[in-house]
């Protein structure tokens, strides 16, 4: 009754309610550090587009989504045309690969990496080719994913800064992989995390759109603006692929408050820079505290610190649940990602976790 594909793939199983664990562990609070949300919330300016938006919930939205499309064009220098918007980024990831892939296809992705671009290929009955991370220094191989093109790729996805590991591909090294590619090969550069990038090396992706036209950059409203309980993200996308991706894109898959609110979200870039500067120092904490214990991590680019504990991860996650810290584990063995929280977040998660490995 359903495609065989699903038969090797199971549901996403999203953690519970923090209202839930809290009554479950009898704790008064829970910080969550697991899904790379915005500790500091969003723009104060988001707050009064929130309240007025709740008068026309009747309507229904914007299908174009063309206020919010127009003010992404415009700040990004790009045609309005070329912006396609998705209920969160896991929606333009579904969308891409719905309109682009067929059985008997491939896509490539780093190893580890974001989850749903596998999960997508495989509905479509594509097959993914998983080259692993430098095992160093975290980075994604470049040159081991332009070597592993065959006949049947369709698409290589590019996580930059990449999640779990936090580390970025410099400009060189995706000029490098454009270049070495067919131009029919789809390069897709998910910068969920890009606003968080401190580093020289981060590349302008935009000033290469007009050289290659198989190039894809991904956006999202839900990490840094900290509007993901409204799931808004945006790709912008080459000529020829607009009329396809916009025949798969379901007709009103952005709300209307959705799109009001990202459009103020994005006019507010103090908020954005001031949340850059405390996810920086945040992960300094972390940084201090890594070093300290001689543990492994990877310096990243994003507000997440990736590291190996030593130690059984799913024992620590468990732990530290029990202490009231919600963390990531699961990802590689004896590793956790954990999210930069509020500086005192980050404080007391160091302090809880530190007093667990005291004991091993």
């Known amino acids: 009754m359903v495609k065989s594909s699903l038969n090797t793939l199971s549901a996403y199983k999203p953690g519970k309610p923090l209202e839930e664990v809290r009554r479950e562990l009898g704790l008064k609070k829970i910080t969550k550090l697991a899904s790379n949300e915005n500790p500091f919330g969003t723009s104060k300016s988001v707050t009064r587009i929130l309240n007025e938006g709740a008068t026309s919930l009747s309507y229904y939205p914007d299908g174009a989504g063309r206020i919010l499309r127009e003010n992404i064009a415009a700040f990004h220098g790009v045609s309005t045309d070329k912006i396609l918007l ?14 682009v892939l067929e059985p008997g296809d491939n896509i490539i992705e780093a190893a580890p990496t974001f989850s749903q671009y596998s999960l997508h290929a495989t509905i479509e009955g594509a097959e993914t080719i998983r080259i692993p991370v430098n095992e160093a220094t975290g980075k994604s191989d470049l040159t081991a994913m332009a070597s592993a093109v065959n006949t049947r790729t369709k698409i290589i996805w590019l996580c930059n800064p990449n999640n779990p590991t936090g580390t970025i591909s410099s400009q060189q090294e995706v000029l490098t992989l454009l270049e070495s590619v067919p131009k029919d090969v789809l390069i ?22 007009d050289r290659f036209p198989n190039l894809i950059i991904m956006r999202t409203f839900s990490k840094i603006y900290g509007l993901a309980g409204l799931r808004i993200g945006y790709a912008i996308i080459p000529d ?10 379901l007709p009103f898959n952005t709300s209307s408050i959705a799109q009001s609110a990202a ?29 300290e214990r001689s543990l492994t991590y990877y310096k ?45 977040e980050n404080r007391a998660c160091i302090q809880a976790l530190a007093s667990i490995l005291d004991t091993k």
């Open 86 to 99: 998705g209920s969160g980024l896991d929606d333009v990831i579904q969308i891409i690969s719905r309109a």
């Open 188 to 209: 897709i550069s998910d910068e969920a995390y890009f606003e968080y990038a401190t580093s020289a090396e981060y590349p302008d992706t935009f000033a290469l759109l």
């Open 263 to 291: 459009t103020v979200a994005l006019s507010d870039q103090a908020f954005v820079e001031k949340c850059i500067d405390a996810n920086t120092k945040g992960l300094q904490q972390w940084y201090d505290f890594l070093d």
């Open 300 to 344: 990243s680019d994003a507000n997440f610190i990736f590291f190996d504990t030593k130690h059984d991860a799913t024992e620590l996650f468990n732990q530290l649940l029990q202490k009231g810290y919600i963390v990531r584990a699961g990802l590689k063995p004896n590793w956790l990602r954990i999210t930069i929280g509020s500086a005192s």
């Open 240 to 249: 020829p692929l607009i009329e396809p991706l916009n025949i798969v894109r």
